[in-house]
């Protein structure tokens, strides 16, 4: 079943029900740092945890790699990014604003044409300004037509190391996790003797002095990667390997709940390609305020291996044992955000029942909302209320319920108990967290060691004997 959702709908759930705060709230906040609450970290780790899973422990061909987020600067000299990793900033002449060129005149084209953005940003920065200033592009903020010409601005943020603010101790807080995978590549050769293809995995945080952040959680100065570097032979087909990483990758986005007819893959014009890629793609998700990139796959060619071997002086070779033959391998690369997954499982999952589809389980009655995510991806698997919140036997074996729904490690599921409200309340609110079921203790459950189950999407409930509760949450477990 799909939904449209708004922006204002999916901010304000996960600000009342602790997915996402505002960072620094109680000093005033700042401009695009978000807080991840109780549920918001629970749902991040899900999704980390479900690609860490697929990708990494259930292949013998992926490496996992966790490497240290601040580099060496020669890294940054090396991969190209201290001259190169920038966007181009105008600056509006009337109330002083700065914007990307690139964002204003993309959106400017789609306003015109509809679809999708096609234009290509001409190099030189006082043809960008003709173009702002032709096209009759209003400044987003004061809607005056007055450009400045774009400067290039780097987006890598920088720290020192020591107590010495100086040049030579200046680091870069990494704009991305891939460069360390490229850096680390001749470890796991010499440590692991991996055999082509193989690949190498890396979930952090990376930051980008983004010109302008927004979109609540789209697009942030801080953020959490999560990056494969495939690395192939050159005499491989590469477009193969370019075809089965698009499809291991909608595989996996369809597993943990995003909506897959809002999903699609653009391919980047040729004339836009980086000079080393033959192929790249956006994927492109319909969020609600349009359709932006969600992920992106490119083929690199050897450019970054062949980038560190000259920076470093090291061989950044494989030597394939059959051929004799030694090799730069090329790489595959799929690219993803943590927040833009969330952002778009949240969208999809987000579900309003009409007032007259929705039973009265609350005292009042008031529209369901609800959040339709797969049970792998559900913040609480289960919830245990007891009926009656004043009654100690009750809330003594709920207590109990809810220890034996848990399970332990390593089969661990994270089961909420709650006794606060009437019963439909405590339904209300499991649903606009998703939770799947809710595990009720009555006075029956005090004599027959029963107690019932009512199911998240369809309301329907029934009884079923404690010795068999958690069987039942494992095997839903496997069915959804
Ligand atoms: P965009 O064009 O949206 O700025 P990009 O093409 O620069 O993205 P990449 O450098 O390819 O992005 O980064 C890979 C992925 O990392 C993106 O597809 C996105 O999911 C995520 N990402 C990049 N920048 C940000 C950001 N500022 N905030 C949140 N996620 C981001």
């Known amino acids: 079943m799909q939904q449209n959702v708004s922006m204002e709908q999916l901010i304000s759930l996960c600000k009342r029900r602790g997915f996402i705060f505002p960072g620094s709230e109680i000093y ?53 990014h201290e001259s190169t990793f920038s966007d181009p900033l105008v600056e509006c002449k009337n109330c002083h604003a700065r914007v990307r060129a690139d964002i204003l005149l993309a959106e400017a084209e789609l306003n015109k044409k509809g679809g999708v953005a096609t234009l290509i940003l001409p190099a030189d920065p006082e043809t ?39 040049e030579a101790n200046m680091v870069y807080f990494r704009p991305e996790t891939a ?9 796991i050769v ?17 930051f980008r002095n983004e010109i302008t952040p927004g979109n609540f959680i ?20 590469w477009n193969e390997h ?17 909506d897959m007819q809002k999903v699609h893959n653009l391919d980047v014009p040729k004339e836009e390609l980086a000079h080393y890629s033959k192929r790249t793609v956006d994927v492109e998700f319909e969020f609600p305020f349009g359709r932006k990139e969600l992920f992106g796959l490119a083929y690199r060619g050897d450019f970054d291996l062949q980038s560190h071997q000259k920076g470093s002086g090291q061989k950044l070779e494989y030597f394939d044992e059959e051929t ?15 927040e833009r997954m969330m952002l778009a499982i949240l969208a999809s999952a987000f579900r309003e029942d009409p007032l007259e589809a929705t039973p009265s389980e609350a005292s009042e009655q008031e529209k369901r909302i609800w959040l339709d995510l797969p049970m792998r991806m559900a913040p609480y698997k289960a919830a245990v209320f007891p009926l009656l919140s004043n009654k100690p036997e009750l809330v003594e074996k709920a207590q109990e319920v809810r220890k034996v729904l848990q399970g332990s490690w390593p089969g661990f599921f994270p089961v ?38 009512r199911d998240r999407d369809t309301m329907k409930q029934e009884r079923i004997a404690i010795a068999h509760a958690r069987a039942f949450l494992e095997e839903k477990m496997k069915a959804r």
């Open 28 to 80: 005033g906040g700042l401009a695009n740092a978000w807080d991840f609450g109780p549920l918001g970290v629970a749902l991040k780790n899900n999704i980390k945890r479900s690609w860490w899973q697929t990708f990494v422990e259930e292949r013998d061909d992926i490496y996992g790699l966790d490497a240290a987020l601040l580099m060496n600067r020669k890294v940054w000299q090396a991969s190209g």
């Open 128 to 166: 960008q300004k003709e173009l702002l200033m032709n096209e009759k592009i209003k400044c987003p903020s004061c809607d005056i037509v007055d450009w400045s010409s774009p400067k290039q601005f780097n987006l890598m943020l920088k720290t020192f190391l020591g107590p010495a603010e100086e």
């Open 179 to 187: 460069q360390a995978i490229f850096v680390d590549f001749k470890q």
């Open 190 to 206: 010499d440590t692991y003797a991996p055999k082509l293809p193989f690949g190498i995995a890396q979930i952090g945080k990376a």
């Open 218 to 237: 789209f697009r942030t100065r801080e953020f959490e990667q999560m990056e494969i570097e495939y690395f192939i032979k050159d005499s491989e087909k």
């Open 242 to 258: 370019f075809e089965i990483w698009l499809k291991e990758m909608n595989g996996w986005m369809a597993s943990i709940g995003i």
């Open 324 to 338: 004799k033959e030694r090799m730069v391998p090329h790489v595959i690369e799929p690219s993803m955000g943590v």
């Open 416 to 453: 909420v108990f709650d006794k606060s409200g009437n019963i439909g309340k405590r339904y209300r609110r499991q649903d606009e967290i998703g939770t799947p079921y809710c595990f009720t203790v009555d006075f029956q459950t005090l004599e027959d060691d029963t107690i019932t189950v």
